[in-house]
DNA sequence: ATAAAAGTTTAGATTAATCTAAAAAATATT
DNA sequence: AATATTTTTTAGATTAATCTAAACTTTTAT
């Protein structure tokens, strides 16, 4: 059994290790919980002791399998209640957050399970994050990052990847969420930003930076 | 800002001083939390330091008006998370006490103002409980113990005064839940118990011990 | 009314999570 | 390659919550 501490320690390490295959630093680590080197490096002592990462001193943490599995049920549960929040509360997809991170230390499997069924067992949050099912298998989706979009080609908005409230709250108000059709009209060279059709309305400009933090499909 | 673990014992400590207007004793507390004297000496310290209750030394503790409504509103989250349980994620009546423990401690006031609305603005829990509205205040209906009922009286289950699970399942058993339609037939003398028609069905026998944990109404 | 019993508080430790400052190791620079 | 810089770890403290054992009050019983 994991503390609250401890869960939020490895939830991070486990996101922060997520697409490369190279260990995660102990400042990476700090940075991510706002907290300081020296005590991560105790934290990560712990977990690694309980053999949910494998830890080699100066060069950083891998999460082991267990780890894994135990990181993506809390990934789990973090979703299905952003979903909650989303779909049965009326909450805005930038207020779930924070309310989220408290309820996915909530210990109860049979919760849980019943949330998923109340949901209708969801495959993506509301965020257009996957939502590992109870065995931490993962629906992924090809996607591509807007910046990188192929030039008049039907688009969907399919995820974001920052959660931020400004950035979600700019994002509701030029008109996108998820399951939005975009067209990208053209690409300007000079700073990287984007004209955008989104619904088939007349093109916008969106900028790089936020191009980079949209997933669409094809 | 309370800790999780001070809200527990100003909980408990709310309970216990329910009914009585005596002062709720050091001993009284450390029983019902599975805890030792000791420990809940230092924290009635902290918890009359942050005034939410007054302490006199080796006479006892007396929730303060700040208190009750802190108090208050975590018996208000309870019972919210218990009904919503119940209603909406069809959990047993005798299931819900340990998961709402927990989630009772979510801090998020906008959460709770909409998870009343969701379930319709419910004035009792699946026990029977009142649940305080976002004020505190509470609306209570005039309960009568089913043991000191008037014999031969149409009578209305209203609530249940312990939550165990043998005793909730128990009553499941003989048919026995909120709204259910009672009539006492008979007092036996000998040990207290009861002749009890349940929804005008052929009367059965229920122990003194039972009817001392259901409350009715006429 | 005094002694015994029961209940409560204090003193001193322990564990988890955190911090700062100093030491050690790895990386970058000249 | 030697030195400087950055990163990480260790050492030593602090706070919250808990415990046991000893000391102190209050209550009960003789």
């Not at 929040?85 to 309310?99: C, G, I, P, R, Y």
Request: proline share 3%; aromatic share 8%; hydrophobic share 40%.
């Amino acid at each position: 059994m994991l503390s609250y501490t401890e869960e939020n320690y490895l939830k991070t390490i486990y996101h922060l290790s997520e697409g490369g295959q190279k260990s995660v630093l102990t400042n990476e680590i700090a940075a991510s919980l706002l907290t300081k080197a020296a005590t991560v490096t105790d934290m990560i002592k712990k977990l690694s002791q309980k053999e949910f990462i494998t830890y080699e001193k100066y060069y950083g943490v891998n999460v082991t399998k267990k780890g894994k599995t135990h990181a993506l049920s809390i990934v789990r549960k973090h979703r299905l209640w952003e979903t909650f929040l989303v779909e049965k509360l009326n909450f805005m997809w930038d207020e779930v957050h924070d309310v989220a991170e408290q309820l996915e230390h909530i210990q109860s499997p049979l919760l849980i399970e019943k949330l998923d069924e109340f949901l209708g067992y969801p495959t993506a949050d509301p965020h257009g994050h996957p939502i590992p099912d109870k065995h931490g298998k993962i629906k992924q989706e090809k996607q591509i990052v807007l910046k990188d979009a192929i030039i008049d080609k039907a688009l969907t908005v399919c995820a974001v990847r920052n959660g931020s409230s400004s950035f979600l709250q700019y994002l509701s108000k030029i008109g996108v969420s998820i399951g939005v059709s975009l067209i990208v009209k053209e690409r300007i060279e000079f700073d990287g930003s984007l004209e955008v059709s989104i619904q088939n309305k007349k093109p916008q400009l969106i900028s790089r930076e936020a191009a980079e933090n949209i997933l669409v499909k094809e």
